[in-house]
């Protein structure tokens, strides 16, 4: 089982970050999919998107701004992540949750000018 996180890097506050993440070696359409975020420590969630795509929930702290979105058919979910705040700086991981639970190995975002 691989889920494989890419996309992070710096950004500057008020820009956008892309993160995708490439799931490998279960059945990707079977699982709820998840971000998380770890800033010290603890993770919290970001956003999620049910099986088919269409049931998206997100964080207060990042409403109208980070949009969730998966494609069961290149077995991604991505990030998409505008106006961006020093605060949003973490380390993101990949989440597949369903009759197991998988994680990625987290891919660091960092807002600052």
């Known amino acids: 089982v691989q889920l494989v996180e890419s996309g992070g890097g710096l950004a500057q506050p008020g820009g956008s970050l892309r993160l995708s993440c490439t799931a490998a070696?279960?059945?990707?359409?079977?699982?709820?999919m998840r971000w998380f975020r770890r800033r010290g420590e603890g993770r919290e969630l970001v956003a999620s998107v049910g099986i088919i795509g269409g049931d998206t929930r997100y964080a207060d702290f990042v409403k109208g701004r980070f949009t969730i979105s998966r494609d069961n058919t290149q077995k991604t979910v991505d990030l998409q992540m505008n106006a961006l705040k020093p605060e949003d700086t973490a380390v993101y991981y990949c989440n597949a949750y369903g009759p197991d639970t998988y994680w990625g190995q987290g891919t660091q975002v960092t807002v600052s000018s």
């Open positions: 070696g279960f059945t990707f359409s079977s699982y709820d």
